[in-house]
């Protein structure tokens, strides 16, 4: 990719597409690791802790590796489009256009921009993760176990038990989540032409997912902790607390 150039309006061959969205996924799975370790080792003394700094974390990296891969795609894009000589909607060349502001808001950056961040959005980001995850999570992990204990005989008892336990429900994946709706509120600042299509897919991928975790809730997580709410801090009455000290008598 290093010698390639948008110079005549020439488009990258499928072997460097290839390495690009390569790279770009194996950056999300890198953000997912490097996030969960730091929450971890943060030293939180609660599980809740652990998840709300996740969620911050993975939420953030995910947000500034958007703006970079909106950013070069935009900028790329741009000169594949000069390269070829587009002409904007009202006959305009785009390469002779100085603001930023009327180059942004023409046509063909508008489509550009919209179709790439539409298919960040659908399937990559609101269904992909998703759609794999029961395989990845539950059926690959019991399967690896079914194999293990079936080849090793010293694995009896509690050892077995423990190889065949279920996984716990993380509230702290529940990030992606809220990384799709800061998606799809991006996209009435790019391409609002494309809200119906983002927010029908948001729809899709989202009830998909409530009827996965509905299902797999109970036969394959052995529990599910879910957060309360913080309740105020408050003094106990003190005219409370001195009557349930004393002792009444009794008549006989």
């Excluded at 100085?98 to 298919?119: A, C, N, R, V």
Aim: hydrophobic residues 45%.
């Amino acid at each position: 990719m290093a010698s390639f150039t948008y110079a005549n309006g020439d488009e990258p061959g499928e072997f460097s597409e290839g390495i690009f969205i390569t790279l770009v996924v194996l950056s999300q799975i890198g953000l997912f690791v490097c996030s969960s370790i730091a929450s971890k080792m943060a030293g939180f003394h609660s599980e809740d802790q652990v998840h709300q700094s996740y969620t911050v974390f993975y939420n953030a990296a995910l947000i500034l590796n958007l703006a970079l891969d909106i950013t070069l795609q935009a900028y790329l894009s741009y000169l594949q489009m000069v390269g070829v000589g587009v002409h904007t909607a009202d006959g305009q060349l785009l390469g002779s256009m100085t603001d930023f502001q009327d180059i942004f808001e023409s046509y063909p950056m508008q489509k550009s921009l919209g179709k790439l961040l539409f298919k960040y959005c659908w399937p990559c980001t609101f269904f992909v993760p998703f759609l794999f995850e029961p395989v990845v999570a539950q059926v690959l992990p019991r399967h690896i176990a079914r194999l293990l204990v079936g080849a090793n005989p010293r694995i009896r008892g509690e050892m077995a038990e423990k190889a065949f336990e279920l996984s716990e429900m993380e509230p702290g994946r529940y990030a992606d989540l809220i990384f799709n709706v800061i998606l799809v509120t991006c996209i009435p600042f790019v391409s609002p032409a494309y809200m119906a299509l983002t927010f029908s897919a948001l729809i899709v991928s989202h009830i998909y997912l409530y009827i996965y975790d509905r299902a797999s809730r109970l036969p394959w997580h052995q529990r599910f902790q879910k957060r309360q709410p913080s309740m105020p801090q408050t003094e106990p009455c003190p005219w409370l607390a001195n009557s349930s000290r004393r002792i009444l008598p009794v008549s006989l």
